[in-house]
C-alpha cells in the first residue's frame, strides 16, 4: 500500500464505490475496527486501518484504508519501541479493536 495513498485524487471513484457498499444492506448499524497498522513512512507517517461496517441484515463490508498519522506520534512510538520502554513494549496497535455502534433517530 502506497504511503501517500490518501493523498491521491484519483481515488474519488473507490471512495464512492466503497461509500455505495458500506449503505448497502439497509445502512450502517455499526462499525468495528478489526486492526490498527504500525506507523509506517519517515516525512508523511501513515497506518493502515482495516475495519467491517455491519449492515441492518447482519452483512459485514470490510475495508482497508490508509490515514495519516501525526509526525510527533509516529516518531515517538519508534524511538520508544527502540528503547523498549515497558508501556509502549506492552501496546501494540495490531491487537486493538473496538466496535462503534451507529444510532438510528
Same mark, same amino acid.
Given at each position: ?11 474519488? #471513484? ?5 461509500a ?5 444492506g439497509? =445502512?450502517?448499524?455499526?462499525? $468495528? %475496527?478489526? *486492526?490498527?497498522g504500525?506507523?509506517q513512512?519517515?516525512f508523511l ?12 441484515d447482519?452483512?459485514?463490508? #470490510? ?12 516518531? =515517538?512510538?519508534?524511538?520508544? $519501541? %527502540?528503547? *523498549? ?6 501496546l ?14
Amino acid at each position: 500500500m502506497s504511503r501517500l495513498r490518501y493523498l491521491n485524487p484519483f481515488l474519488v #471513484r473507490r471512495a464512492v464505490r466503497d461509500a455505495r457498499r458500506a449503505f448497502s444492506g439497509g =445502512g450502517p448499524t455499526a462499525v $468495528r %475496527v478489526v *486492526r490498527i497498522g504500525r506507523p509506517q513512512g519517515i516525512f508523511l507517517p501513515s497506518s493502515q486501518i482495516d475495519f467491517e461496517v455491519i449492515a441492518r441484515d447482519e452483512s459485514t463490508n #470490510r475495508f482497508t484504508t490508509a490515514v495519516p498519522v501525526p509526525w510527533p506520534y509516529a516518531w =515517538g512510538y519508534r524511538v520508544a $519501541r %527502540v528503547l *523498549r520502554l515497558p508501556l509502549v513494549r506492552r501496546l501494540d496497535p495490531e491487537r486493538v479493536r473496538f466496535k462503534l455502534p451507529i444510532p438510528r433517530p
